[in-house]
Each structure stands twice: as structure tokens, then as C-alpha cells.
């Protein structure tokens, strides 16, 4: 029989019952396997850290929110925002699960191409398409959503070159009621921004005007602020109607739905109180059937959903470092995963479970990253078990924005799994080496 491992004595009050301003005692629950998978053993297999993306997770979710949607709308169009997570592997799934490609770069829109994606089927955002891009994208008859005015006056001296006439959507920005409002992007509708830009491209005839788009924010809390966004475009792809007598085909709603992470500064945990996929189709639905739009002319909406579709079937394997006491006594534990690799560690306080067996004694403890700087911290404030060095952990909902953002900093980038619906890992990314690095880099001939 082997000896147990110590751990000290730690006095802790104790809550019971109700809860009361304090919340009540934390129940916290071992996470030793991932579809399947023990995190022990794909530690071992593949490093740590280790990224693992759930594809059964993925196409779950996106299920739930089609059938949110298609229950209480007619036409429905999901769009894979590429820059949440644009890993071809991943990229594919929502392609097999009939989404559409969303891009903001030259370089998304690449991507969308090599992985197949018909071109008709990609909506080209962002403020900033080079002209190689915008043409690309018109040749390939593309949706443009036009974000300003020096883009238009490009994609129409683009459209009298290539003999082709663009299809293109107008980015509407407007006050839904969240402050601070987010009008960086497109055209306002308050001050007629919107309307200058519309008549310049109905005038002109050198573009075909076929979608009105808002993205009004981001990890957005209130579905009323899309019903607020869906009646403002509704009545302006009518008031278009009425004075061109042109048929808008689309509205394009953006993304900004919230994961369940919650954010730093929350009361309560995003499980409980982040709105679903349901509280906002009813609202985005209503708004647009109690418009005056006609029972055969409805519109096709579009969604660009991106973290509320992928963060939930993404974790984040690693490895306890040691711990350590701060000048005031509390428990610092170090672990092999920084902020280089989980970004959003800035703005949500994410789940982390241990990954093995552990007794009740819990103390609340920071948790920072192997990084040399002193903002690595992981979570400021965590209520764990007493872990050990070489004790694993899972930190949770890490799909969205990580493998986008993640940065070559102090250490190289991990490894990345997916495991399919048979419970079978895939290496989708690999780990990057010296090679990797040095390989982009010249040196000068007189400092060899």
C-alpha cells in the first residue's frame, strides 16, 4: 500500500443552507475525461499544454441554434465567422453543417476559398479589403458589405474594369439602447449616413444593393437590443422599397451572441444567466414577422454567430508548476498555461476543474501563467482544492477567439486536438518548434 500524499490542515467557514450575500459552498467536480478521452492520457501522448476542440460539442450546438431559429422563421442562414476560430478543421465542420463563410481579411477569404466554399456562399466584412481582395471577391460574385465610403468608390472603379456588377450590403451602425454604442463600423442610421450611402449606390447602377448588415456589439446580454437592431432594418429595407421600388433579399444581423463563460466583474455565472440561442430568436424573429414586410417577401436572415457556437467545445489542458504564498499568505498556483495562449482570460473568469482525484479541503487561490510578466494571471480569485506540481487541470470554454489571438511569446504554441463523433483524437495543429520560428527570420551577413 502506498503512502498518501500529504496535504496540510486548512480551517474554512463553512455556508449552509440558503444562500446569502456570500453565495453558497462551492461544489467542485473532477473533469478526467473529454468525449471519451482521459485528459491524463492525451497529456501524455500529445504535451501540455493542449488545446482540444469537441467535435460532437460543435455540431450540438449548432443544431440547437437552427432549430432556435428555424421553429419561429421561415429563412434562416448561418455564417461561420472565421475569425472566432479559423482552423481549417473546425472552419470544415460548420461547412458540413451548412453554414456559409464570414471573412474580414484577404487572408480569411483565402482560407474560405481553399477549403471549397462556394463563393457565392462568403460575406466579404470588415473595414479593410485591399483591392486584390475586393476583386477576388467580385469575380467571384461574393456578398460585399461596404463598411465606408472610400471602399465603395473603389468597388465601383473595380466593377467598370472587370465588366461585372458586385453584390454588395451596406453596414448600418445605429443606437439599440447598449452603450457604448459601437458605430466605428459602417454608416449610422440615426444621422443619415446610411441613406447617403444607399442612394450613392442605387444611382450609380454599378453595384446591385442585395442585404442591409449590423453587428452591434459584442457578448451582448440583451436580445431587445437585436429586436431594436432587426426594426431598423426592416423599415429601412421597406423605405428602399418604396422609393426604388428594389427588393432588399437579406439582413444580416451579425454575431455578438454570449457564450455561457462569465465575464470578469459578473454576480452570477454565465450559466445561469446568459441569454440562449431561444431568448434570441424569439426576439429577432418577432421584430421582423411584426414588420410590415409581405407573407411571401420576407427577407433571408442571416447570422454570423461565431463564440456562442464554439466556445463550449473548446478546453485547455495543463499542468500544475508549483505553488507559492504572496506577501500577504494567499495561495498562488502556477500553471503551464499563460495569457499568451488563453487571451480571454482578460475578460472572462473561466471554469477550472482539476483533472484527478482530490480531497474537500478548497482555498481561494490565484492562478498565473509561467509567463515572465506579472499580468499572467490565469484567474485572479478561484476557489480549488489544494492542487499539486504535476497535478493536471481543464480550464473550459476556450473554443472562441483563442486559436485566433494566441501569441508566440516566451513559449512556442501547442499542440491542438479534435475528437470526432467516434471518440477518436485527430491532430489538427501542430505543436510549433525552433525550426518554426527561425525559419521566417534572415540574418544579415555581417552579424553571422
Known amino acids: 500500500m502506498s503512502k498518501l500524499r500529504y496535504e496540510r490542515p486548512v480551517i474554512k467557514k463553512l455556508e449552509g443552507g440558503m444562500p446569502n450575500k456570500f453565495g453558497i459552498r462551492s461544489e467542485i467536480q473532477t473533469v478526467t475525461h473529454i468525449d471519451g478521452n482521459g485528459v491524463k492520457d492525451l497529456i501524455k501522448e500529445y504535451g501540455s499544454p493542449l488545446f482540444v476542440i469537441s467535435e460532437k460539442t460543435i455540431r450540438s450546438t449548432i443544431k440547437k441554434a437552427r432549430k432556435a431559429f428555424e421553429a419561429r422563421y421561415p429563412r434562416i442562414q448561418f455564417a461561420w465567422s472565421y475569425k472566432t476560430n479559423y482552423l481549417n478543421a473546425v472552419c470544415s465542420i460548420f461547412h458540413q453543417e451548412g453554414s456559409w463563410a464570414e471573412v474580414v481579411s484577404g487572408f480569411e477569404y483565402d482560407k474560405a476559398i481553399a477549403l471549397g466554399v462556394n463563393g457565392k456562399k462568403i460575406i466579404f466584412n470588415g473595414p ?174 442571416i ?33 503551464d498555461i499563460g495569457v499568451n495562449l488563453l487571451f480571454t482570460s482578460y475578460w472572462y473568469d473561466h471554469k477550472i476543474t482539476p ?33 499539486n506540481r504535476g497535478d493536471h487541470v481543464v480550464i473550459h470554454n476556450t473554443g472562441a477567439y483563442n486559436l485566433t489571438q494566441w501569441m508566440q511569446f516566451i513559449a512556442l504554441r501547442p499542440n491542438v486536438l479534435l475528437i470526432d463523433m467516434d471518440e477518436k483524437p485527430h491532430l489538427i495543429r501542430q505543436k510549433e518548434t525552433v525550426d518554426n520560428m527561425n525559419g521566417m527570420e534572415r540574418v544579415p551577413e555581417h552579424l553571422k
Open 128 to 301: 479593410e479589403k485591399k483591392e486584390e481582395d475586393l476583386s477576388k471577391a467580385i469575380q467571384n460574385d461574393s456578398l460585399i458589405h461596404i463598411d465606408h465610403l472610400d471602399e465603395f468608390y473603389t468597388i465601383v472603379e473595380l466593377a467598370g474594369v472587370l465588366g461585372k456588377k458586385p453584390r454588395v450590403a451596406v453596414r448600418v451602425n445605429m443606437d439599440t439602447g447598449v452603450y457604448p454604442m459601437w458605430d466605428r463600423f459602417g454608416f449610422n442610421y440615426e444621422n443619415g449616413q446610411a441613406w447617403d450611402v444607399i442612394n450613392k449606390i442605387m444611382h450609380s447602377g454599378k453595384a446591385e444593393l442585395v442585404g442591409l448588415h449590423c453587428h452591434i456589439g459584442t457578448f451582448m446580454l440583451a436580445p431587445s437590443a437585436y429586436a431594436i437592431a432587426a426594426t431598423k432594418l426592416a423599415d429601412l429595407a421597406l423605405a428602399i422599397e418604396r422609393k426604388y421600388n428594389h427588393e432588399i433579399k437579406y439582413i444580416d444581423l451579425g454575431g455578438g451572441f454570449p457564450s455561457k463563460n462569465t465575464l470578469k466583474g459578473a454576480y452570477l455565472p454565465g450559466t445561469d444567466t446568459n441569454p440562449t440561442f431561444d431568448d434570441f430568436a424569439e426576439a429577432i424573429s418577432s421584430a421582423l414577422l411584426n414588420s410590415n414586410f409581405k407573407k411571401d417577401n420576407l427577407p433571408l436572415l
Open 303 to 335: 447570422l454570423e454567430t461565431g463564440r456562442a457556437l464554439i466556445d463550449e467545445a473548446g478546453f485547455l489542458l495543463g499542468s500544475v508548476i508549483a505553488n507559492k504564498r504572496s506577501s500577504t499568505g494567499r495561495r498562488n498556483t502556477i500553471i
Open 355 to 387: 483533472a484527478q482525484s482530490f480531497t474537500h479541503y478548497t482555498e481561494e487561490t490565484c492562478v498565473y501563467g509561467p509567463l515572465c510578466m506579472n499580468i499572467d494571471v490565469i484567474r485572479e480569485s478561484a476557489e480549488l482544492p489544494l492542487l
